[in-house]
Structure formats: C-alpha cells, structure tokens
C-alpha cells in the first residue's frame, strides 16, 4: 500500500497474536506441567488448527464444548473431574497485548474496526466477560458462524461483506504471514503483527490517524 493513501476507512483485527497473546501455546506447556505430558506436539494437534482434530472442529462449531473436553480428556489421560480446567487454563492464558485496547480505542474515533478470527464461541464470551473488548469493535466475523477457518478464502470473502467498503480502503492486521497472504489476495491491504509497539510505526507509516504513542 502507497504510505501516502489516506482512503483506508476500515481495519480489521485478528484476536489471537494480534489484540490477545496466542494463549493456545501458554495453555500447552501449562498442561505438560500439571499433568507430565512430554508432548509439545500432540497438545498442538489437539489445541491448533490442524484439519478434522478437535480444535478445528470445536473453531468451525462442529462439536461442543463438552465433546471437545471429553475428547481431549480421553486422549491426555486427564481426569473426568478436571476436564473444567482444561478450558479455564486454555481461555484464560489470552491477555491482551501491551497498549492494544488504548490503540484499538484511538483508531475507532476514525475507522471502522471489525475483529476477524478463527474462535470458539465460549472463549469470545469468556474473554468478553473478563475484558469487554467487543465494546471497542463495530462487527466481528467469527468462524464459528460460518464453520469456516482462516484456511479458507470463503472465510474472507465473507469478511468482505463486513468491511463495508472496497478491500483496498481497509487494512487486515493478522499475527500470521498466510492470514496475509489470503489477505492480499482478495485485495486488502495487510499488515502482519509482530507486537504493538512495531504496530503503531506501521500504522503511522500509512498515515492512519490516532494519538496513541509508543
């Protein structure tokens, strides 16, 4: 995008590794410590995005959270009576990053902000209830009602449909080079997240108004 196009009128946010830490992979190593398990990858398969496992299909709202609890506590040998920490310590390792709800705030005197993710539903309320970040957003497009992921182009045509706008005068902030790459293919402008502070220089290279200083 020309540093100098001041036509931008909605961005777009990713929530996990963009407004919340990727709290999936605090959660994992929080889990091998409480219950001896020595495998990184195994708890990645089930917790991650990988096709047909119970991650994917609790993202795309395919099964529930119950199945997903009794699934995951069968295959990590956790006991029935712990299967409620399992989501608690996996919902609450998502902390917002440094200054993203004081940017978030700022930008919306002027753009339209909408939250673009792959998420489960419960998580969105858990995190909602702890934080109120849905107040700083106009709209949102969750997976869970389309049964759809960031895998799929689909999933960001439907995006489309929410910006409200043409894809060039909106700007998608993901964590992830492939997010950004689809991004771009349909013709958003993107820029991918490394903290927030690297963010704002991005953000002010575009000359997108806010306040916020690092």
């Known amino acids: 995008m020309d540093k100098k196009n001041t036509s931008i009128k909605t961005i777009v946010f990713d929530l996990g590794g ?6 999936t992979y605090l959660a994992i190593i929080k889990l091998m410590d409480l219950y001896n398990i020595d495998n990184f990858f195994l708890l990645y398969e ?6 047909q496992k119970e991650g994917y299909l609790l993202r795309k709202g395919l099964i529930t959270l119950d199945e997903f609890k009794a699934r995951v506590g069968e295959k990590l040998h956790i006991p029935r009576e712990d299967h409620g920490h399992i989501i608690k310590i996996w919902f609450g390792s998502y902390l917002p990053h440094y200054k993203i709800k004081e940017l978030v705030v700022d930008l919306r005197e002027n753009y339209r902000l909408v939250i673009f993710s792959g998420n489960i539903k419960e998580r969105i309320n858990f995190l909602n209830e702890r934080y109120g970040f849905l107040n700083y957003f106009d709209d ?17 045509k439907e995006l489309l449909k929410h910006i409200k706008y043409h894809p060039s005068e909106a700007i998608l902030i993901d964590d992830e080079q492939k997010n950004i790459e689809i991004g771009q293919s349909i013709g958003l402008n993107a820029i991918q997240y490394y903290y927030t502070e690297h963010l704002i220089e991005q953000l002010q290279k575009l000359n997108i108004k806010f306040n916020l200083e690092n």
Not at 143 to 150: A, F, H, I, T, V
């Open 18 to 23: 963009v407004y919340f830490t990727r709290g």
């Open 46 to 51: 089930i917790f991650g995005d990988k096709y």
């Open 140 to 156: 949102w497009v969750f997976s869970y009602d389309y049964q759809k992921n960031k895998n799929d182009i689909e999933f960001y």
